[in-house]
Structures are given as structure tokens and as C-alpha cells.
């Protein structure tokens, strides 16, 4: 019986990461294209397509640096108690995605997944059960683990995709500075290049941070006994982000690509292709990041280097309360559920 209860345990965790998943696709993937598609170098249908596809290869080909980095964060061992918080933290994090998704506030997948996490664990186990890093930051070995880890490199990540956007849209300009309008034909096809490849990048950023948590519920169930993620579960994971992406996150993308700077073609290439060589950096490093609040970044990036004063600084201060509020809200929703689990459902 205690078997066939893991099993149920099982199935749920996989069902609700699927659909986390999915909100994760209307939310992160909306604005991978959301540049591109307010400087008319694509149809909202053919970037949706783009992102799509070259988002779930992301998701087929990613590897497990980043999914290490997340799983670490819950210091408990597997088990049946470990399942219930992985679908609380879950819940939790779907909540916060459909009310940011339902009103367009641009708030981080990412954030949400960890801040579910924290809550949680810590309503389960207390705050040991958790990771923070900080001992580690500050030790002699000065490693950089779980929440600091996590921290660090959400909040470094859009600067760095500021400052490389900042960057190449200054060395683009002087290049630049004598072409033809007719440059813009060139510069847009150059954009489904760059979009694949920033699509590509964020599914494999993304993908792994709930891969991760599936590989750790298979191993509570005794299923695996290892973190290396099975391809089916790759290839669903990557079908149902698909499926969010071509569902699309409207009014995240016009947040995106309409209310932050006037967009030409050369902004969003430019912006693309910092968020791109962000996420990748990242994905690398094991970090997990927000694709859009990087991409708010590079957009930002190259609006600061050709007229700052006119870009709309409002939605990065939306932004920055979002990362202030993700978190928390997300932990308080995971406590209540892991809390109406514990007492009333299992």
C-alpha cells in the first residue's frame, strides 16, 4: 500500500510539473519573441513557431547543471515526505504564475519555483532543511550553493544582459552609423537566427530547473537512483513547453515589446542577442535565471545606449518589485498547500 501511495505521489508531481511547465511557456517564452515581433521582423504566429521549436531542442539537448543547482536547494532525504513538498513547492510556484500571467505582470517563472521551494521545506522541516549558502559564501572555500547561488545569479543576470546590450548596441551604431534604411531587411532575417538561438538557450535553461525536481521525485519513489534525467521526460517537458509557447502570453509580450523603448530592428537584434549570450553563460555556470527579466534587460540595454530618457523605466521598476514579491508570495502559497496537504488530503 505504501508503495502504490508513492506511485499516486508519483504521478501527481509529474502532473503538476507539466503544468508549471506550461505556465512557465506563457510566461518566459512569450518574451523571447516579443521583440521581434514589435519591430514587425516576424508574425506573432512564425515567432511563436521559432521559440516553440527551438525552445523544446533546448529542452531535448539541455544538461543537468543547472537542474543539480535547484534539486540541492531541499537538504532531505528521498522519500514519500520529499514528494509532498516537491508538489506543494509546485502548486505553489503554478499559483503565482497564472495570477502574474493573468495581468501581465512580466514576474519570473525562476522566482517562483524557488520561492515554493523555500516555503515549502520550511513549513515541513524548518529552515535547515534548506540550503541558504551563506556559510559556504563566506567560507574559505567561498563557494557559491543553493539560495546564494540562486540569488546571485537572478539578480546578476539581466545586469549582464544590460551591459552586453549597452555595449553591442554602441559598437552597432558607430558601424552603423552610415547605412541605409534598407539595412533593416538584412538585420530582420538576422533576427530569426538570433531568436532561435535564444530560444534554444532558454529552454535549456528553463527545462532543467523542473526536470530537476522530477528526477528527485523519481528517486523518491525508488525509481531512480541517480539525477541524470530520463529522455521521456525531457521530450514531455519539452512538447508541453511548446505547447505554453504557442498558447502565448499576449500581454506579457506587449509589456515587452511596446512599453519599454520604441523597438527598431537593430534594438532587437542587439537585445536578443545579449539575452542569448546571458542565458547560455548561465546555463553553463549551473545558474538558473529568468529569461524575461533578462531579456527586460537587454531591452533596457540598448534603449539606454541610444536614448535613455526615453525609456520607460516604470516597467523596471514593475520588475524590480516583482523579484521583491515573487518569492515570498510564492513561499506563503506552497506553506498553505503543503499545509492543507499535511493536515486534510494525505
Request: hydrophobic share 55%.
Amino acid at each position: 500500500m505504501v508503495l502504490t501511495g508513492i506511485y499516486w505521489l508519483l504521478a501527481i508531481v509529474i502532473v503538476i510539473a507539466l503544468i508549471f511547465t506550461l505556465t512557465n511557456g506563457l510566461h518566459d517564452a512569450s518574451s523571447v519573441v516579443a521583440t521581434m515581433i514589435a519591430c514587425k521582423a516576424a508574425s506573432p504566429v512564425q515567432a511563436v513557431l521559432i521559440v516553440a521549436v527551438f525552445g523544446s531542442l533546448g529542452v531535448l539537448f539541455s544538461g543537468n547543471q543547472v537542474a543539480d543547482t535547484v534539486s540541492a536547494i531541499v537538504k532531505l532525504s528521498p522519500g514519500i515526505h520529499l514528494i509532498h513538498i516537491l508538489i506543494a513547492s509546485i502548486l505553489g510556484a503554478v499559483v503565482w504564475n497564472l495570477i502574474t500571467w493573468k495581468i501581465g505582470i512580466p514576474s519570473s517563472s525562476t522566482h517562483a519555483l524557488i520561492g515554493g521551494l523555500v516555503g515549502a521545506a520550511w513549513i515541513a522541516n524548518g529552515s535547515n532543511s534548506i540550503l541558504w549558502g551563506v556559510s559556504e559564501l563566506f567560507s574559505g572555500n567561498h563557494q557559491l550553493v543553493g539560495i546564494m547561488k540562486v540569488i546571485v545569479s537572478l539578480i546578476l543576470s539581466p545586469v549582464l544582459g544590460f551591459v552586453i546590450a549597452y555595449v553591442i548596441q554602441k559598437i552597432s551604431a558607430l558601424l552603423l552609423r552610415n547605412a541605409k534604411f534598407s539595412i533593416n531587411g538584412t538585420i530582420n532575417k538576422l533576427q530569426w537566427i538570433v531568436a532561435a538561438a535564444l530560444a534554444f538557450s532558454h529552454g535549456s535553461n528553463d527545462s532543467q530547473k523542473i526536470t530537476g525536481l522530477i528526477s528527485l521525485a523519481l528517486i523518491s519513489a525508488g525509481i531512480m537512483h541517480s539525477h541524470a534525467v530520463p529522455p521521456l521526460i525531457k521530450i514531455a517537458v519539452g512538447l508541453v513547453m511548446f505547447i505554453g509557447t504557442a498558447l502565448g502570453g499576449w500581454k506579457i509580450m506587449k509589456t515587452i515589446g511596446n512599453k519599454i523603448y520604441d523597438l527598431r530592428p537593430i534594438h532587437s537584434l542587439n537585445s536578443m542577442l545579449s539575452s542569448g549570450t546571458s542565458i547560455l553563460l548561465a546555463t553553463f555556470t549551473g545558474a538558473p535565471v529568468s529569461t524575461t527579466h533578462v531579456v527586460v534587460g537587454g531591452i533596457m540595454g540598448v534603449g539606454s545606449a541610444d536614448e535613455y530618457r526615453m525609456v520607460n523605466w516604470n516597467i523596471g521598476k514593475e520588475i524590480v518589485t516583482a523579484w521583491f514579491i515573487t518569492i515570498p508570495c510564492s513561499a506563503i502559497a506552497a506553506a498553505i498547500v503543503y499545509f492543507l496537504m499535511n493536515g486534510r488530503i494525505f
